[in-house]
C-alpha cells in the first residue's frame, strides 16, 4: 500500500463514525447517514490530495459532507411536493391537522433550516471552534455565529413547554444545550 492510500485508510477508521453521526444529525435518517458519510468518505479519496492541501482533511470531508445533506435535503423536499402535489388532487384527501408534537432535540434539529442546523450540531455537538465550523461549511466566521445563535433560540422555542415562563424557558434553553453539549457516550446514542 502507497502512503496517501495509508493515510485515507487512517483517515476513515479515525473519521467515519462522526461523519457518520454529522450526517445523522443533519438528516435524521440512520441508514440515509451512513450512506452518505460513505459517499462523501469515496468523493473525500477522490480528492484527497486537495483535501490535505491546507492540513485540514476533516474539515473537507465535514464539508463534503454537509453539501451533499444539503444536496439530499434539497431533493427530499423536491419529492414532497411531488407527492403533496399528486395525493391534493385526489376526492378523498383527509384534512386532519397535522400537529406533531416536538419535544426531543432530534426532532426539533430536523425542523431547522440546513444551514443553522449545520452550525448548531457542529459548534455544539462537535465542539468545533467558529473558525472550524465556518472552514467545515465554507461560509465566514459570522454567519457561522449568527446562524448558531439563531439556530439554538429556535431550538429553546420549539422545546419550550406549554406553559410559558422564566423559569420553564431557563429549564429548556439549559436542557437543550445540555443534549447538544453531551460528551461522546450520550451522543453516540444520537
Same mark, same amino acid.
Given at each position: 500500500?502507497d502512503?496517501?492510500?495509508? #493515510?485515507?485508510? !487512517?483517515?476513515? +477508521? ?5 461523519l ?9 435518517? !440512520?441508514?440515509?447517514? +451512513? +450512506?452518505? &458519510? ?12 486537495? &483535501? ?5 482533511p $476533516?474539515a473537507y !470531508?465535514r464539508g463534503?459532507? /454537509?453539501a ?11 419529492e414532497?411536493?411531488? @407527492? ?20 426531543? $432535540?432530534r426532532?426539533?434539529?430536523? *425542523? ?7 452550525? @448548531?450540531v ?7 471552534? #467558529?473558525k472550524?465550523? !465556518?472552514?467545515?461549511?465554507? @461560509?465566514? $466566521?459570522?454567519?457561522v455565529? %449568527? ?9 429553546e *422555542?420549539?422545546? &419550550?413547554?406549554?406553559r410559558?415562563?422564566?423559569? /420553564?424557558?431557563y429549564?429548556? /434553553?439549559?436542557?437543550?444545550? *445540555? $443534549?447538544?453539549?453531551?460528551g461522546?457516550?450520550?451522543?453516540? %446514542?444520537?
Amino acid at each position: 500500500m502507497d502512503a496517501p492510500t495509508e #493515510e485515507f485508510h !487512517a483517515f476513515f +477508521d479515525h473519521h467515519y463514525s462522526d461523519l457518520s453521526r454529522f450526517a445523522y444529525l443533519l438528516l435524521g435518517d !440512520a441508514e440515509g447517514a +451512513d +450512506d452518505l &458519510a460513505a459517499d462523501a468518505l469515496v468523493a473525500v479519496w477522490r480528492r484527497w490530495d486537495r &483535501a490535505c492541501a491546507d492540513g485540514e482533511p $476533516v474539515a473537507y !470531508a465535514r464539508g463534503v459532507v /454537509a453539501a451533499m445533506a444539503r444536496t439530499r435535503a434539497r431533493s427530499q423536499q423536491r419529492e414532497h411536493r411531488r @407527492v403533496a402535489l399528486f395525493w391534493s388532487h385526489r376526492p378523498d384527501r383527509i384534512n386532519d391537522p397535522d400537529v406533531p408534537a416536538v419535544l426531543d $432535540v432530534r426532532q426539533a434539529l430536523a *425542523r431547522l433550516p440546513l444551514r443553522k442546523r449545520a452550525c @448548531v450540531v457542529l459548534r455544539h455537538a462537535f465542539d468545533l471552534s #467558529e473558525k472550524e465550523t !465556518a472552514r467545515a461549511l465554507g @461560509v465566514s $466566521v459570522g454567519t457561522v455565529k %449568527s446562524q448558531t445563535s439563531r439556530g439554538i433560540a429556535e431550538l429553546e *422555542r420549539m422545546l &419550550a413547554p406549554s406553559r410559558p415562563g422564566p423559569e /420553564a424557558a431557563y429549564q429548556n /434553553a439549559y436542557r437543550t444545550v *445540555r $443534549v447538544l453539549r453531551a460528551g461522546p457516550a450520550e451522543r453516540s %446514542s444520537w
